[in-house]
């Protein structure tokens, strides 16, 4: 292969990696600064009326932040692991139009709604909440296998008190862990399968208390 054509297909992959960079820069910046329609947040509104206009803020922020951990995964699946904000998802989806248009110019493809129930196999559940985990601990700088905080995603339905939420606890062995059926131990989600105690899950990937599942499974 002579020198020319070594030269030229370096510069063609440099180039095609910093389209890839600016493309996927442009589309991070997008999902950061959209502005999501006022009737998601009311239907939120109505279905947990507790809520604060503040707290319904803090709901779409976790969407926000949701939709960019699925564009930082590669379109490899990402688990939701908020009930409250599963919710706010399955209300956006509903506006056709709005929503195809963000995930085209957000993700670069249509973000389908998976439900648990259709998924192939328990193991794509189990890697699709180890995902969330790993890539929602990245982008609040919290280390997943020691972690001293719970980023947004994971603590959300504990903090608004969503009583049909998904609660997870920094270390299991802690008093605020009560092992019911909605209880996760975020500690336990990156282990190895030699981790002792309960796995974490999405709500409802390894059952909850009301015997029924999370529609909660996305890509980009």
């Known amino acids: 292969m002579s020198i020319e054509i070594v030269f030229l297909s ?4 440099l180039v095609g990696y910093l389209i890839f960079r600016i493309r ?15 009737s998601i947040g009311r239907k939120v509104q109505d279905r947990y009326p507790h809520l604060s206009d503040e707290q ?5 922020e976790g969407l926000r932040e949701y939709f960019y ?28 139009r709005p929503y195809e248009k963000f995930c085209k110019k ?19 559940a189990q890697d ?12 609040h700088s919290i280390d997943p296998s020691r972690p001293t905080e719970l980023p947004l995603l994971f603590s959300i339905d504990k903090e608004l008190n969503i009583e049909d939420g998904f609660f997870y606890s920094r270390n299991c062995k802690l008093s605020s862990y009560g092992g019911r059926g909605n209880d996760y131990c975020a500690a336990h989600i990156g282990c190895a399968s030699g981790c002792s105690g309960g796995t974490g899950g999405c709500g409802g990937f390894f059952g909850d208390s009301d ?10």
Not at 10 to 13: D, G, K, L
Not at 56 to 60: I, R
Request: glycine share 10%.
């Open 69 to 96: 951990i699925c564009k930082m995964a590669k379109r490899r699946m990402v688990a939701m692991p908020s009930q409250v904000v599963d919710i706010a998802w399955h209300e956006f989806i509903l506006i056709t």
């Open 211 to 220: 015997g029924g599942s999370s529609g909660c499974g996305g890509g980009d």
């Open 10 to 13: 370096a510069f063609v992959t």
């Open 106 to 124: 957000g993700l670069g493809r249509f973000l389908h709604h998976t439900p648990t129930e259709v998924m192939s196999s328990p193991t794509l």
């Open 56 to 60: 319904v803020q803090l709901v779409l």
């Open 128 to 139: 699709g909440i180890k995902r969330a985990w790993r890539l929602s601990c990245a982008k």
């Open 24 to 38: 996927r820069a442009y589309q991070l910046a997008y999902i950061e600064n959209y502005r999501f329609l006022h």
